[in-house]
Structure formats: C-alpha cells, structure tokens
C-alpha cells in the first residue's frame, strides 16, 4: 500500500533547530534540514493514523452509551476481559493488544532503561519537560488539539495534575505490569485520547483535518515516547555525563514499551538508537508553530498575572532559551509582555546551574556505591515527586484530588469544548 503523504500543515521550522543541534551532533550526520528517508516517510504516514483499536471502542462506546462503556473498560482492567460477559467485539481486540506483550518486549532490559531514566541528572529531566512544554505549546499538532479543547485555559490544574501523576508513577518498578495501576492509568489516557480525536474530528470537518492530519496521532505518540525517554540521557551526554547507544537502547525499550500500551503501531516502534534519533531529529524540525492557539493558550495564562508575577518569569524565560533557544523561546511567549525581554543573563546562569548539577552527578557516578544506588531507587522524587507535590497542593485549592482519566466522556459527541466551556476560538 502507498504511503500517505504528508498532511498541509507539515514544514520545516527553524526555530526548533538550536535543541536538536546541541543534543543530536554527537549521534549522527546532522543537518539543520534533515533529508527524508523511508522511515521518515513512515512516520509521515502516521500522521493520518490515530490509534485504529481505541479508536474503535470510542465508536462502540458512542452507542452504548459512554458511561456503560467505561465501567465495561474498567471491570476489564482491573479483573480482564474474560470476566465480562458478552464484551463487545472492539473492546476484545484491544485486550488481545494489551494482555500480550510483543515479541520484541524485554522486561528485564526495560527495567534497566527504567532505571537510566531515572538515574538522568535533574537537568537533564528539566530539559526534557522544557521541550515537552515547546511540543505542548508550539509544535502544531498539540497545541491545536489542546486549544481546541480548551484543557489548559479552563482545566489547568485538573490537566497538570494528570499529566505529573502519570510520570510520577510510570517511574515505578512494575509500572506497565498488567494489573499495575499505571498500566491501567495508562490505557486510560489513551481512551483520553480516542476521545479528542473523535471530538475533534467531529469540530474540523474535512477541510481542517485535511490540512492537519489526525489529532494525536500515532505518530506523535511515538516521537513523544522517543524524546521523552531520551532527552534527558542526550542532555547529560551533551554536558559530559556520557551515555552509551546501549544506554539509550535500553531507554528506548522502556518508552517503546509505554508506546505499545498507549496504542503506536508495532511498525512505527523503533528497534534501536539510530532509528529513534532520526525520527527524533525529523518530526521535531518539522514540527511547525507557533500558532493563533499557542498565543490564546500561553497569553491567557501569562497576562492575566501581575506585573510582579510577570516579571518572575523572566529568569524561568532564560531557563527554556538556554535549552531550546531564544527563537522558540519568544515564539512561545509572542502574545504576552515578555516578547522582548532581555534573556542572556538567564541564559548565562542556567549554563553555569546546568554544568554544575551535571558535573556534581558525574563525580558521584565515580563514588562507592553508584551503581547500586541507581539500581535500587524506587522512583523519581528530584524531578516529578516534587512537581507531583506541588500540583496536587494546587489542584486541591481548587477541589481536585483525584485523577480519574475520566474528563473526556463526553467529548466524542459535543466537540469543542469537550464539554467545558473552550478557550476563545482564534480567528
């Protein structure tokens, strides 16, 4: 079958060039437009896909009803498929995915990468959520089905108290062992996400889907896997804490494995480092943005704060231009006061905090024990057990102390909104 071409909406953009030099030159042959190969076709390709299994029990759920459907999905999960009687046919093509791992599937070779990842140097980690936050925000793809849907103008702290829950505990031992709750949390965002797709489906129309390709698509997911767990081990690498292409195959297996739950095609999982890399280094230079949402998601949030809180930011400004550049950087706050602020003493600062923190963990990986302190640690708390704290501090000043995985049942049938009233749609 001949491959999709690539959506309207896709191009070339410059300014996500500076972070994908200073992490990817020690890899490969880098160019600031990189060449199209087969495999990046293949992951063009998959911006038309969404996730064919998920996406089938939402349309199943649709007519039954989606709260029967959840409770259906829910009893699965916590007791399998086989307790339920008469489950519809969708649902069991799903679990036949998700109570089979696949062949490639290494758990001890995952629980090293798990491992890695965790041992990465809290730099290292922070650089990979800034670029997370440029994904979010800028990059085309999210930030039109975050806009959209309004999440993050209206249900910021239900939304960011989810998203840290979930990488908190997907730092765990067992994680994505089928009765684990993160495992179970995780099949949960991906019903999340069937959900805006078919909402958002329902709100494009043809001609916007056309232009935009599948919202969430399968692969985004993937290359969100990839940077995710790979990020913060090139970031380290990149400040002299070298890594191995080993390393990164074992990082690459635990996020592979997340990848596989969370619904990417088998094919478009990479079996190793250089394939990882260079679909890496082409979906983000490609990644697009900004857009009229990233103005409507990041102006809503930055100026309606005082002049006191806005000008807290800056050294936070200079943290983010120090990681992906000034040029994304101001693209991201385009729509705000702080457009032109002046970052290079942030930037200088964040260097220095940055080499210092990685030259402090590499002067313990020398030291006694290293290896066995880095084996035995349950979980991440220098980076996403103190986000968690935080968020959960914040969301309970607002009534939220759960996270459900639950806001989007209604989202197939109303659209935008997704039901709660949606952000000022840009013109």
């Given at each position: 079958m001949p491959l999709r071409p690539a959506p309207e909406r896709l191009h070339f953009e410059p300014i996500w060039t500076q972070s994908r030099r200073d992490t990817l030159t020690a890899w490969m042959d880098f160019q600031d437009v990189p060449r199209p190969t087969a495999w990046t076709d293949l992951f063009v390709d998959h911006l038309w896909q969404g996730d064919e299994l998920m996406d089938a029990v939402v349309a199943r759920f649709q007519q039954i009803g989606m709260t029967e459907g959840r409770a259906l999905l829910d009893r699965a999960l916590d007791f399998g498929i086989e307790t339920l009687d008469d489950p519809p046919a969708e649902l069991v093509v799903l679990f036949d995915q998700l109570d089979h791992p696949p062949a490639w599937y290494d758990a001890h070779m995952w629980e090293k990468g798990r491992q890695l990842w965790n041992n990465a140097s809290l730099a290292g980690k922070f650089g990979m959520f800034v670029g997370d936050t440029f994904g979010t925000f800028v990059g085309d793809e999210v930030a039109y089905a975050t806009g959209e849907t309004g999440r993050f103008v209206n249900d910021f702290f239900r939304r960011n108290l989810e998203t840290v829950a979930w990488f908190r505990n997907m730092t765990y031992p067992y994680a994505l062992n089928r009765f684990?709750?993160?495992?179970?949390?995780t099949v949960r965002v991906r019903l999340m996400h069937a959900q805006v797709r078919a909402g958002l489906r329902r709100t494009w129309g043809d001609e916007q889907f056309a232009r935009h390709g599948n919202p969430i698509s399968n692969a985004m997911m993937m290359n969100a896997a990839i940077t995710f767990g790979l990020q913060p081990l090139l970031i380290d690498h990149q400040h002299g804490r070298a890594c191995s292409a080993g390393d990164l195959e074992a990082v690459l297996m635990y996020w592979g494995y997340i990848a596989y739950v969370f619904g990417v095609a088998d094919e478009l999982i990479p079996r190793g480092a250089s394939q990882a890399l260079e679909a890496m280094d082409f979906i983000v230079a490609y990644a697009g943005g900004p857009s009229a949402w990233t103005d409507v998601m990041v102006g809503s949030a930055v100026n309606r704060a005082s002049r006191l809180q806005q000008a807290a930011l800056i050294p936070l400004l200079g943290v983010f231009a120090y990681y992906g550049g000034e040029d994304i950087t101001r693209a991201l706050v385009r729509a705000t006061g702080l457009v032109n602020v002046n970052l290079k003493a942030w930037i200088r600062i964040t260097k220095v905090l940055v080499y210092a923190n990685i030259g402090w963990r590499r002067v313990l990986d020398r030291t006694?024990?290293?290896?066995?302190?880095?084996?035995?640690?349950?979980?991440?708390?220098?980076?996403w057990g103190r986000l968690l704290k935080a968020n959960r501090l914040l969301a309970a000043r607002h009534g939220i102390h759960g996270t459900p995985y639950d806001h989007h049942d209604l989202t197939p049938n109303h659209g935008v909104g997704c039901p709660i009233p949606h952000a000022e749609r840009p013109n």
């Open positions: 684990a709750r993160p495992f179970k949390d006694p024990g290293a290896a066995h302190r880095a084996a035995t640690r349950n979980s991440d708390t220098a980076l």
